[in-house]
């Protein structure tokens, strides 16, 4: 008898056993996390000129180059910044961003860029840790604010915004100076397991979870504080994407190097700063501009792939 239900048992827990490759996803529920908001505080060094600069500019509009601007509308940028604790130079380095930004404003009186970069950390508690932004710019503004979209180590799945301040600007060459004060969840529950017995009608179900308390010590450019609270807010507008005309609201700044002879304009990279609109008549309300960058993704096929700021 004891064997018939030790045999039983044995075979409740097999049923229970999720296959190995029975799909390309699994299902979970979502446990709740603890977190902490931290605060950093750095600066990074942006420079065009020199020998040895960290940002480069490796594609452009040819229907921009009379703009007497050292970033022109159109204009795509590949950085390596340094970060340090300081406005100075020879300040400690603690990380560096890496990434692209794009100059996405054609009325350069109101100088935007639209950024995708990873701001990581070489230094301190958040080595190896890093936070990503996807967000618009604005330059010519004192103080603006840019939206954090992601991260990983100990900025794992981050979402908050960061405040961006000028403190130096060469109108000549380009090379900036900025002050980054983040605001970033660092969650303090790093990981928790979950071990299921089957359940029958004659069997127990047993959940156990474990859970790792890490706690995260900041540096003195990071400091952190009480999670708050937020709300969801429903958008509805129209976007106008214009390629033709005088004035085009998108532009073709880079094409493949061995010709497109593809009907979908395979491979083409094009800069927009498109009006958004309250209704799809060109003459509607504007209440808003959605800067960034497409490319054609198909090759038989209309798609695209992009990313706007809006």
């Not at 594609?59 to 406005?87: H, Q, V």
């Not at 403190?167 to 004060?181: P, V, W």
């Not at 799809?280 to 992009?306: C, M, T, W």
Request: glycine share 10%.
């Amino acid at each position: 008898m004891a064997r018939m239900a030790a045999f039983v048992y044995a075979l409740i827990i097999c049923a229970a056993m999720a296959p190995a490759y029975g799909e390309y996803y699994t299902e979970s529920r979502n446990v709740p996390r603890k977190e902490k908001m931290t605060r950093l505080h750095f600066f990074l060094h942006d420079i065009l000129s020199g020998k040895n600069p960290s940002a480069v500019k490796v594609a452009g509009s040819n229907r921009t180059e009379g703009d007497k601007s050292p970033t022109p509308f159109g204009s795509l940028y590949a950085i390596d910044d340094p970060l340090k604790e300081g406005p100075e130079p020879e300040s400690k380095t603690i990380g560096n961003a890496q990434g692209l930004y794009l100059s996405s404003s054609q009325d350069y009186s109101k100088f935007t860029i639209v950024m995708s970069v990873d701001f990581g950390f070489t230094e301190g508690k958040f080595k190896g840790s890093s936070f990503s932004v996807f967000s618009r710019n604005p330059v010519t503004e004192a103080d603006r604010e840019v939206a954090v979209v992601g991260g990983r180590g100990k900025f794992r799945m981050a979402g908050g915004f960061a405040k961006v301040k000028t403190s130096y600007f060469n109108a000549t060459t380009g090379d900036a100076i900025l002050e980054y004060r983040t605001l970033l969840p660092v969650f303090l529950v790093q990981g928790q397991r979950r071990k299921k017995m089957a359940k029958a009608s004659l069997a127990l179900l047993v959940i156990s979870m474990v859970g790792v308390m890490q706690s995260v010590n900041a540096e003195s450019w990071a400091r952190r504080l009480e999670a708050e609270k937020e709300t969801v807010t429903n958008l509805q507008f129209y976007f106008h994407d214009i390629v033709s005309g005088k004035n085009p609201t998108a532009i073709k700044v880079a094409q493949p190097s061995v010709g497109n002879r593809s009907p979908t304009l395979f491979g083409s990279i094009m800069m927009a700063d498109d009006p958004l609109t309250e209704g799809p008549d060109p003459s509607s309300k504007p209440v808003g501009r959605a800067q960034g960058i497409y490319g054609s993704a198909g090759q038989n096929e209309l798609a695209i792939d992009h990313g706007h700021e809006l």
